[in-house]
């Protein structure tokens, strides 16, 4: 979505707000955000079976998609609300994709990774790790979800903005 948006092929998107954020906070896109949908980190936190508080990630390998990206910056902000210094504490690595990340947990490559719910029982099914926490259960607002457009929009088409939202804030 972030690429069609960038290129112009689409007006609006219902997608991944950190990554739609990105090409604004880049410069290459004047956009704003104009709903949120869910407002609630979704992944879970997975962890070698050895390790059973937070606290006890220091010092251990986290796996992320890359440097820079939303799985980086979240796992960081977990790791600050646990009061764990991602930049001290922690080695964080770039290990790719979710089925990367659960590839490196599962040969023990990594001791801690972010996995969406939806791939949760596979990593589970290893027998390598365990659920650390599910991050949608802490007392954390983030805007994972939810609608951008164009800033031109707003101001040269201002009531098909808001007809479209009114028609999402009916659909939901």
């Not at 600050?80 to 770039?94: A, F, N, S």
């Amino acid at each position: 979505m972030a690429q069609a948006m960038a290129g112009g092929s689409i007006t609006a998107a219902d997608s991944d707000l950190p990554a739609m954020l990105n090409l604004a906070v880049s410069g290459m896109s004047d956009m704003k955000t104009i709903a949120v949908t869910i407002n609630r980190l979704e992944h879970i936190f997975v962890s070698r079976k050895n390790i059973t508080k937070p606290e006890e990630l220091k010092g251990k390998r986290l796996a992320v998609s890359r440097l820079g990206s939303a799985s980086d910056f979240v796992t960081r902000m977990v790791l600050r609300t646990w009061k764990v210094d991602p930049e001290k504490e922690v080695t964080l690595l770039q290990a790719g994709n979710t089925p990367m990340r659960m590839t490196a947990l599962a040969a023990g490559h990594v001791d801690a990774a972010l996995i969406g719910p939806d791939n949760l029982h596979k990593v589970l099914a290893t027998g390598c790790c365990r659920v650390l926490a599910d991050l949608s259960e802490l007392p954390l607002d983030y805007a994972r979800f939810g609608v951008v457009i164009p800033t031109a929009m707003i101001k040269n088409q201002r009531e098909a903005v808001l007809r479209m939202l009114m028609r999402y804030v009916e659909g939901i």
